[in-house]
């Protein structure tokens, strides 16, 4: 690829080694701090940028500078596609954009969903954490500020391949 967006990005984990794959490197995270962290340890100046912005604003990221990168890649790791609402509007948008697409799901096995839990439980408090089996997968609750779900792949393979042109 030309270029790499990684969509949640945080302080730039991934950045070294995506940016070895491509001649441009981007990072998003809607995370100012973790932004903060990511540019202060940024290495290959000119290859790697890193913008605290969410991916509703990726064509303007991806806009007239950048144009000359024919083959564009975004990257949801981390299960993070599970953390949008409207993943149809978010699908529709990446797949206008002409950039291929690339999600890491989590599995729904009870084993992943303990450790979620777990992990979501340490952010946000044992007690208002809530946990459902849905038909997508197992979403994840905390009040009414966050949602996260993990999909079932048979769910998200059906709903990605029937509005874009991803498989």
């Given at each position: 690829?030309?270029?790499i967006v990684e969509v949640g990005c945080h302080s730039g984990h991934n950045a070294e080694w995506l940016a070895e794959l491509c001649e441009h490197y981007v990072?998003?995270?809607?995370?100012?701090?973790?932004?903060?962290r990511a540019l202060g340890a940024r290495g290959q100046p000119g290859r790697v940028d890193f913008f605290c912005e969410?991916?509703?604003?990726?064509?303007q990221l991806l806009g007239s500078e950048r144009k000359h990168f024919k083959r564009k890649l975004v990257l949801f790791p981390f299960n993070l596609f599970g953390n949008f609402t409207n993943n149809e509007e978010l699908i529709g948008l990446l797949d206008m954009s002409g950039v291929d697409l690339a999600m890491?799901?989590?599995?729904v096995l009870a084993a992943t969903t303990v450790g979620r839990y777990k992990y979501y439980s340490n952010c946000f408090g044992l007690e208002r954490v809530r946990v459902y089996d849905a038909?997508?997968?197992?979403l994840f609750k905390v009040g009414n500020h966050f949602r996260s779900i993990a999909?079932?792949?048979?769910?998200?393979t059906k709903l990605v391949s029937e509005i874009s042109r991803y498989h």
């Open positions: 690829y030309d270029c990072g998003i995270d809607i995370n100012r701090v973790a932004i903060e969410s991916v509703e604003n990726l064509q890491s799901n989590f599995n038909e997508q997968g197992v999909y079932r792949t048979t769910y998200l």
